[in-house]
């Protein structure tokens, strides 16, 4: 949710600068910009819409400047406009900011501010920010001179409520910035005389060997060649470094069309990455590394809430059927958003796991954090190394899925559904699960890449069916047991990429209201991969069927007597029910990428979207 990105050092900030914007411009779209210091003082260049537009209105702009910051923007405050676009300036035009968060309190330093002869001209509450600086480094110049910068934005920020990923300069002093973070995330890249912030890694992963990763409360002062981390309350921090992995091949398109269709495509290897390293010698058991707790505390554990957002919470969703099915173990899976405010009462034996792929969703963080508060502990399963949910869990699992950089979640989703079939195991093992079943299952999951491939060859014939229902307006998931999940997060494919209304149904559930919307309008995309349920979706299909609507299915090969009652079957290879989740979301990421690009939209980046989402 909205990129920043900064540079300090000998080379022209420009083009780094652009750089690291086209590698964060997944996190917004809505406009872009950058300031750089240049002889005569700040240059700012702002333009809505992509970073395309931003880059042709530079165009042949002698920039120089070997200082500057620059931002993605997914808009909060202010609609979508070039004057609400960032970098801000302050009214006295000395300080320029980028930000990446929401000041909540900023109608009250707004006027504050008036009164002090500082105004805004934007609507944004960043705005408000840079004045704010701007005001409180005038203060300190006063009082002490030189080192007036650092502690004037210091200041300011202890007036601010609300969440901030921020880069600043300051016209008085040029060969500086201050780097800060509270809940929006903000990492420090440290290269051979040169320093970046960027809100991930992706931004300077080319330039930067170093990586420091700031915490809430955290800030940095670039000046005379290094840099300083102190707290708010004027502490020095110890910086932590990290070396920053690079893979360029995973941050580029590849030949393919879009990010997203190369993602789908990277999902045997992302599953293989998934499992690396987690099954016992003898195969019959899973283990991780990372969760700090052992078996002992582990058999203590009584309930499992999962709190997650979106696709992560439709994989938790997926787990709980696992996990209550193979460990019998109680699941409740949480909205992060709702948890975090819900104050629900939890046993002494929960243990609370947050998923996230990027691991910086801050209702995810938040609802982590209120159960850390409370005692609780907390696992994290993430593709965010490094993340502030990374560093704030207990322990967890690292999903290893590489850059996912479509904001469509597809192969982050479907190894989170592989990690958590793995976490089924270990906890099902230290519990009732039998050997001979631990065997089995684990022999399913290695299967899994290759059936995956298998699936992929698909695409042609779903690019077909695709085509057919391209102009349909309103679409219903239908799926039992492990595969309701799979609806909710088949529908949600659908909407964000291809903006059909689409709802995901427990495929019985649908008579007690949704089949009101079905009929020649509104047809009906099952999962009917599980042999248990066959006869019962077969009557779901037949109930659709019978008020006219058309009907898609993915079917395992073990349920191929429903494929003679849809209009269009994708037929899978049939697996364990552990691996079925995982199986049945590919048909359904890959229909819905190809609904979205036959419907003329942009698939990588949905409007109104952000793959990563600081706000609350
Ligand atoms: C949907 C999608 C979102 C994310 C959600 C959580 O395709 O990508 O719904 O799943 O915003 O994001 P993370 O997993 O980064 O916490």
Known sequence: MCGIIGYLGNRAAKDILLDGLRHLEYRGYDSAGIATWELDGFAVVRSVGRLDSLVEKLGAMELRGTSGIGHTRWATHGRVSEENAHPHRSCDGKVVIVHNGVVENFLALAAFLKEKGYFSSSETDSEVLANLIA????????????????????????????????????????????????????????????????????????????????????????????????????EKVEAARRAVEWHEALVEKNGYEHFMLKEIFEQPIALENAMRGHFSVDGSNTHFGGLQMSPMELRQVDRIIFCA????????????YLIERIARVPVEVEYASEFRYRNAPLDRNTLVIAVSQSGETIDTLAAMREARRKGFRVLAITNGVGSSIAREADGGIYQHAGPE???????????????????????????????????????????????VEEILRLDGEIRSIAEEYANYENMLFLGR???????????????????????????????????????????????????RMLEKIQSNIQEVRARGARTIAVISENCSAAASMVDRAIVIPQTHFIAQPILAAIPMQLFAYHMGVLRGCDVDRPRNLAKSVTVE
Request: hydrophobic share 45%; glycine share 10%.
């Open 135 to 234: 005001y409180h480094c005038a203060k300190e110049v006063d009082q002490r001179g030189h080192s007036a910068f650092l502690e004037g934005v210091r200041k300011a920020l202890l007036h601010v409520r609300g969440a901030y990923g921020i880069a600043v300069m300051h016209g008085d002093f040029p060969g500086e910035m201050v780097g800060a973070r509270n809940s929006s995330p903000l990492v420090l890249g440290v290269g051979d005389g040169e320093f970046f912030f960027a809100s991930d890694t992706a931004g300077f992963a080319s330039h930067a060997k170093d990586a420091v990763f700031l915490n809430d409360g955290e800030l940095v002062h670039l000046r005379g060649g290094d840099f300083s981390i102190c707290t708010l309350s004027r």
């Open 309 to 320: 957002c979106g696709s992560a919470r439709c994989a938790c969703l997926a787990a709980e």
């Open 405 to 451: 950089i479509g904001v469509a979640a597809t192969k982050s989703f479907t190894s989170q559904l592989c990690i958590a079939a793995m976490v089924a195991i270990y906890l099902g093992r230290l519990r009732d699960l039998s050997c001979e079943d631990g065997v089995e299952m684990v022999d399913a999951l290695r299967q899994v890449p290759k059936n």
């Open 481 to 531: 047991q492990s595969m309701f999940p799979l609806a909710i997060e088949g529908a949600l494919k659908l909407k964000e990429i291809s903006y059909v209304h689409a709802e995901g149904y427990a495929a019985a559930e649908m008579k007690h209201g949704p089949i009101a919307l079905i009929g020649e309008n509104c047809p009906a995309f099952f999962l009917a991969c599980d042999g």
